[in-house]
């Protein structure tokens, strides 16, 4: 009995039974179709339709450098910026320049590393404008020797050495003070490294700058 109700209630239903199943196929269909057609999403379709692969990357992708910004600008501090950024991005990441920044011997088209420490000077305050490197000791952005004075900052080795009173030692303690210090601030800061009194100031001070 139980059976003969199925094979009637089916013969009674058939039409919409078989409606219902074409709908189902359909529907599957569809989602399979739109699923083997879904892009990845790293890629787009450019204006040819062709598809590339996304250039943007992630932030574990990024090649990060830091950098410290002092100086004349408004905002100073370390800041964070991808490698081959460029001094002046370093200054807009620092929140641009100040009113009185003086830029005249700063080369803000120089390619940056990491650890570089950038100083902008304000406008007659006579100190010039420098990109150094405390992992290398060496600078970019201005001459360690300008108008017959070496750049404390920026001088490496041998060119402190050209200093009154400097030998090789006093050279490396110099240059160990700047990467455990940071830049000298006021040429006569100078006198903190060891090795470099008065008297030995006195003969270099006309010889020096920062």
């Known amino acids: ?36 057609k879904k892009p990845d999403a790293d890629e787009f379709t450019d204006s040819g339709g062709s598809e590339k692969v996304s250039q943007t990357k992630t932030d574990d992708e990024r090649d990060i450098i830091i950098v410290d910004v002092s100086g004349a600008v408004n905002d100073p501090r370390v800041v964070e910026l991808d490698k081959g950024d460029r001094v002046n991005d370093a200054i807009e990441a620092a929140g641009g320049l100040t009113a009185d920044a003086d830029i005249s011997s700063l080369n803000r088209a120089a390619v940056l590393k990491d650890g570089d420490k950038i100083f902008v000077p304000e406008k007659g305050s006579g100190r010039s404008g420098s990109v150094t490197n405390a992992n290398s000791g060496t600078g970019s952005g201005g001459s360690a020797i300008a108008d017959g004075r070496v750049n404390i900052n920026m001088a490496d080795k041998t060119e402190l050495q050209t200093l009154p009173g400097v030998g090789p030692a006093i050279a490396d303690r110099i240059i160990a003070y700047r990467e455990s210090h940071g830049n000298f601030s006021r040429p006569e800061d100078i006198k903190n490294v060891s090795g470099i009194g008065d008297k030995t100031y006195e003969k270099m001070k006309n010889s020096i700058t920062v």
């Open 1 to 36: 009995m139980k059976k003969y109700l199925n094979r009637e209630f089916f013969f009674a239903n058939k039409e919409k039974i078989i409606c219902v199943l074409i709908a189902l196929a359909l529907i599957v269909s569809g989602i399979v179709y739109n699923t083997a």
